[in-house]
């Protein structure tokens, strides 16, 4: 079945640092969604991008859907300990309204 | 606007007993989608249904797994019988039109023991 890869799986960062994260499939998707989780909690939509090499941010958040239509990165910059939490990117199977997530990107943030 | 609510956030219960849980979506969504997460396997879809209708249920693991949508403002999704693999968080999120982002709810945390 399709798959989607994130990585780094997890990493810890210094407070302040920019943090960079991505996703790649094998197949090609029509939307692209990041969300973040915090525990005991649902996943959060952080953005959306729906047409190929769109780039788009959300305050200290940027991300991008990739040329191929196979992958996308997030970017966050100048990182703080709220930022702490799971990242999931999710894509959409054409044709469909179902997401498929990646695995998630756990992030650390050290005061 | 209060969100996705979903009841109960933690349920334990022995195998073989009946599960149901509840969702109720956002007022004016009109699709709802169930979803499971485990360590092992994510986020994983189950089902979701659009204007009340079910769509797709082809994540729905097995026929234990049934999830009803009798109005705009309710779903549930019951196990008969519960089995301990079926523990799990499970979400239920909705959204208005299916193409963009779904907001999800906080989960029903799934001990089965």
């Known amino acids: 079945g399709q798959q989607l890869n994130q990585s780094p799986q997890s990493m810890f960062i210094q407070e302040g640092e920019d943090v960079s994260m991505n996703c790649t499939s094998s197949?090609?998707?029509?939307?692209w969604l990041w969300y973040k989780q915090d525990p005991g909690e649902g996943p959060v939509l952080l953005i959306a991008l729906y047409k190929a090499g769109e780039l788009t941010s959300n305050g200290r958040l940027t991300a991008q859907f990739g040329i191929t239509r196979k992958d996308s990165f997030l970017n966050i910059s100048a990182s703080i300990p709220s930022d702490v939490g799971i990242y999931f990117c999710?894509?959409?199977?054409?044709?469909?309204?179902?997401?498929?997530f990646g695995t998630g990107t756990r992030l650390k943030v050290l005061a | 606007d209060a969100g996705v609510i979903q009841s109960p956030r933690h349920e334990v219960t022995e195998m073989g007993q009946e599960v149901t849980l509840r969702c109720k979506p956002i007022?004016?969504?009109?699709?709802l989608f169930w979803y499971r997460q485990t360590m092992m396997r994510g986020l994983e879809l189950l089902i979701y249904?659009?204007?009340?209708?079910?769509?797709?249920d082809s994540g729905m693991p097995e026929d234990r797994f049934s999830a009803k949508m009798p109005n705009a403002s309710f779903s549930t999704l019951k196990i008969q019988p519960s089995e301990p693999r079926d523990s799990a968080v499970y979400f239920c999120?909705?959204?208005?039109?299916?193409?963009?982002?779904?907001?999800f709810g906080s989960g029903t945390r799934l001990t089965v023991v």
């Open positions: 249904f659009n204007n009340n209708v079910p769509i797709d």
């Open positions: 999120a909705s959204s208005l039109g299916g193409g963009g982002g779904y907001t």
């Open positions: 007022s004016g969504h009109d699709y």
């Open positions: 999710a894509g959409r199977i054409s044709g469909t309204y179902k997401y498929i």
């Open positions: 197949s090609i998707f029509n939307t």
